[in-house]
């Protein structure tokens, strides 16, 4: 259930960034402020925190051998 939220919340960013280059009444809104520079801010958080575990589970799966994966 977690899994799918968060999954759901970085390709919900991905949806808005590239709305966001696309559409310049997007980002009229977001320079006027309020709740949309807000929204802004919250899918930028996400992104970033989104592509950095990806990132780390690359690395973890590039350097971590398959043995010291299991609990003991």
Known sequence: ?????????FLMSIVYFISYF???G??????RGG??????ATMSFILIIGI??????????LFVGPDQDQKK
């Not at 709740?35 to 802004?40: D, I, Q």
């Open 1 to 9: 259930m977690l899994k799918r939220i968060v999954y759901g919340s």
């Open 22 to 24: 696309f559409f310049s």
């Open 26 to 31: 997007l980002r009229n809104l977001i320079i």
């Open 35 to 40: 709740f949309w520079a807000v929204l802004h």
């Open 52 to 61: 950095f575990s990806i990132v780390l589970l690359v690395l973890r799966y």
